[in-house]
């Protein structure tokens, strides 16, 4: 095996080069078994040649079941400098309703995340139970931690070497900056002008993972929309006092969550399967030898 995988003749192949070499001229029991061990255990191989696909651990799934049980909260920028002198987006998105709030910042410290994050969003639909983020030193400061622990939300965060675990948030990034393009001037100084009204078009749309808008999900209503004041909102009932309204209203909220939790279910199953069919998966016996 040493002939047939080292020599520079050799040039240390893979397994199945060096296997189809010696294939050709030698013979023994278990031989597959023992190319094998042997060019995986290559300790040149192992330090000198880059993994073509890196090992992977299947897709885990965490599953929201109600509003503001989890909140992805992320940052976008530096982007260009504004007359308000924003130059960053504070994005937060509730997993469950897909609700997401985009705030312009001038900063990303600590002490401005937290209280953008109390005074634009948790004030208004509560506080979350747990917050995800990635590891940002803002997210990780000990200001940050002390609020976490004050407000008796559970902190969460990526792994090194997995920041898609936050993808919920980064896949509204991507929206957001794509309809911002759209409306910026040629100097790009006014993005922050149309970031509320962006993320309220964010809010107004269907989302696909849970066949609803996130206004249906955390409000239990749509909201009127420039259209619905021109042609007439769809909504014409008209209740006689608060009481009836509730009754509907909780119905209404208990029905979309129940139908969103289905399909929110079925999107990570989908998810993980096609995931996973990617996955590179090593497994490790206890007392086996490690090089590092």
Not at 62 to 74: K, L, T
Not at 215 to 238: I, V, W, Y
Not at 261 to 287: A, I
Request: proline share 4%; hydrophobic share 30%; with cysteine.
């Amino acid at each position: 095996m040493e002939l047939c995988h080292e020599l520079p003749s050799a040039g240390h192949q893979g397994v199945s080069r060096t296997m189809s070499k010696i294939k050709d001229k030698y013979h023994w029991y278990n031989m597959t078994k023992d190319i094998n061990l042997f060019v995986l255990s290559c300790d040149t191989c192992n330090k000198n040649k880059k993994a073509s696909r890196h090992s992977k651990c299947p897709l885990t799934k965490y599953h929201a079941g109600y509003p503001m049980e989890r909140v992805h909260i992320d940052f976008m920028g530096p982007l260009p400098k504004t007359k308000q002198n924003n130059e960053h987006i504070l994005m937060m998105t509730d997993q469950f309703t897909k609700w997401t709030e985009c705030i312009p910042l001038p900063s990303q410290t600590a002490e401005v995340t937290a209280q953008a994050a109390i005074n634009e969003f948790f004030t208004r639909f509560g506080y979350p139970f747990q917050l995800f983020s990635d590891q940002g030193r803002n997210f990780e400061s000990a200001l940050f931690k002390a609020v976490c622990d004050l407000l008796q939300i559970h902190k969460a965060r990526t792994t090194p070497y997995r920041p898609q675990s936050n993808g919920q948030v980064e896949r509204q990034n991507r929206s957001l900056m794509d309809a911002v393009r759209c409306f910026v001037d040629s100097q790009q100084e006014n993005w922050d002008q149309h970031i509320a009204q962006l993320g309220g078009a964010m809010r107004s749309s269907v989302n696909r993972s849970t066949g609803y808008t996130p206004n249906k999900l955390m409000l239990g209503r749509e909201t009127n929309q420039p259209a619905d004041l021109m042609f007439g909102s769809q909504s014409e009932r008209k209740y006689e006092g608060a009481d009836s309204y509730i009754i509907d209203l909780e119905k209404a909220i208990k029905s979309a969550h129940t139908i969103a939790r289905d399909k929110l279910k079925t999107s990570q199953e989908r998810m993980k399967r096609d995931y996973d069919l990617r996955v590179l998966e090593k497994s490790y016996q206890p007392g086996i030898l490690c090089m590092f």
